[in-house]
Every structure is written in structure tokens, then in C-alpha cells.
């Protein structure tokens, strides 16, 4: 049975030759593990691997994992779906949100974010294939949005996050998240930042630039969502991160 650190290895690997093949240079390709509805030993784990940046998509579970792992030096993204009443918890326990979609959001953060903590890293969720059933701001919305949340004060706006509509065809993959690199360059501003790929997508996502991929399943195997782990989750009312494979 392979181990975390055993599938690290392998996703550090695919990172690289995909970088190699896109020719960037692979240290620009941030490995962003995915660890939602995995226990805190598993992430643990990945840390001794090497790993310092992971993602969560529940808060309450979230903010239980931190606590049990305050000892080691972790960088925490939240990468699902936010309500009001959960801006300020994430503002004052997270290093990055990627998921942003609507400039109320954006503004409880940047009063919310504790003013002895660097800004807030931003990324603006976009809903590039039109899913009705995925969170994301529309693309003809997103310069108003960028504009505006580039002005906030607590806040550091880097870039887009955006989860294409599954495909298994290289081409289809290409195609959406080139849609998400040319939305960002349109833009116009000064951002550094493509939050895009998962673990069956990510060659495709770095062919087209990402800079962070986001992974969990190819690390850490497939995700229990049955009863126990929702007993265990106070957030797993809330809409899931439209079922996020990573």
C-alpha cells in the first residue's frame, strides 16, 4: 500500500514533467494538498513529506485541524464556498481564500482580517464553463470585481481560481483553463496567481499556467463522505465545493 509520502513523490513528479513539457521551470508550480475531510494525522504526515500548504474546504473542521496542529508551521488556504457568517473565522485563520465570488465577501475579509497579520491573499473564483451548479463569479463580471476588491485595504488580490467542467479529453481541459489564463491577462493588473487542476487535470492545467494545482484524492486517496465523517463536520450542511475531485 502506498503511503502519503509515497504519493507526494509521485504528484511532485507528474508536476514536474508537466512543467518540463509546458517548459516553465517547476518551482513555480505550487502543490497545494487537499485535505478536507481527512484527519489531522493525515496531514501530519504530508508535512513530515515535505508539504506546508493545504486546503480546506469546511471552516469548522478547518479551524479543528489547526488547532491540533498548531505545533508545526502549516500555511492554510480556504478553498470552498463562503457565507457571511464564516468571513470572519476565515479572515482571522487562513493565509489565502481562493475562493471569492462576490464582493461582499471581499469586504467583510478585509475589515474582518486582523491588523497584526499581513493581507489576506485573494483569489476570485470564476465560473469558467457556466455550471449552474458550481460557485464562481461570471466572467463578464469578473474586471468590476477584480477592480473593486484590488482596492480593499487587508486584502492582496492574486489572481483566479476557477474548477472547469470535468472532461477526460486533453483538449477540453486545454481549452477551458486557456479561458481562465486569457480572463486573467485581460485584466490587466498586476497578478501572479492561476489557482486551476486537480489531480486528473493538472498536466493540461500547468500546459496553460497554473501556478498553484490543487490536489487531495492523488494524495490522499478517495474521500469518505458517509456518515461519520458528516457527524464530525459541523459545515457539511453547507453546499460541498461542487463536489471538488481534486
Known amino acids: 500500500m502506498s503511503t502519503i509520502a509515497d504519493n507526494i513523490s509521485q504528484v511532485s513528479a507528474r508536476i514536474a514533467a508537466a512543467a518540463v513539457t509546458a517548459q516553465r521551470a517547476p518551482g513555480a508550480i505550487g502543490l497545494l494538498a487537499v485535505s478536507k475531510t481527512k484527519p489531522a494525522a493525515a496531514v501530519r504526515e504530508a508535512f513530515a513529506a515535505g508539504i506546508c500548504d493545504f486546503g480546506e474546504n469546511y471552516l469548522q473542521e478547518a479551524l479543528g485541524k489547526q488547532d491540533e496542529l498548531k505545533d508545526i508551521p502549516l500555511i492554510w488556504h480556504f478553498i470552498g464556498p463562503i457565507q457571511s457568517n464564516k468571513t470572519r473565522a476565515i479572515a482571522e485563520h487562513f493565509a489565502w481564500v481562493h475562493s471569492v465570488d462576490r464582493l461582499k465577501i471581499a469586504q467583510r475579509l478585509s475589515e474582518q482580517r486582523p491588523a497584526e497579520l499581513p493581507a489576506l491573499n485573494i483569489c476570485i473564483q470564476v465560473n469558467v464553463s457556466g455550471e449552474a451548479s458550481k460557485s464562481g463569479c461570471a466572467p463578464a463580471d469578473l474586471p468590476a470585481l477584480?477592480?473593486?476588491?484590488?482596492?480593499?485595504?487587508?486584502?492582496?488580490?492574486?489572481?483566479?481560481?476557477?474548477?472547469?467542467?470535468?472532461?477526460?479529453?486533453?483538449?477540453?481541459?486545454?481549452?477551458?483553463?486557456?479561458?481562465?489564463?486569457?480572463?486573467?491577462?485581460?485584466?490587466?493588473?498586476?497578478?501572479?496567481?492561476?489557482?486551476?487542476?486537480?489531480?486528473?487535470?493538472?498536466?493540461?492545467?500547468?500546459?496553460?499556467?497554473?501556478?498553484?494545482?490543487?490536489?487531495?484524492?492523488?494524495?490522499?486517496?478517495?474521500?469518505?463522505?458517509?456518515?461519520?465523517?458528516?457527524?464530525?463536520?459541523?459545515?457539511?450542511?453547507?453546499?460541498?465545493?461542487?463536489?471538488?475531485p481534486s
Not at 479561458?179 to 498586476?190: A, G, I, K, S
Not at 486551476?196 to 497554473?210: K, R, T, V
Open 146 to 244: 477584480a477592480q473593486a476588491i484590488g482596492e480593499l485595504p487587508n486584502l492582496r488580490l492574486r489572481g483566479l481560481m476557477a474548477i472547469p467542467e470535468p472532461s477526460d479529453d486533453r483538449a477540453a481541459q486545454d481549452a477551458a483553463f486557456a479561458r481562465v489564463r486569457t480572463l486573467q491577462e485581460d485584466l490587466n493588473l498586476p497578478l501572479d496567481t492561476l489557482s486551476m487542476g486537480m489531480s486528473h487535470d493538472l498536466e493540461a492545467a500547468i500546459a496553460q499556467g497554473a501556478t498553484w494545482v490543487r490536489i487531495g484524492t492523488a494524495l490522499f486517496g478517495a474521500r469518505d463522505y458517509g456518515q461519520d465523517t458528516t457527524r464530525a463536520n459541523p459545515d457539511a450542511g453547507l453546499p460541498p465545493f461542487t463536489k471538488d
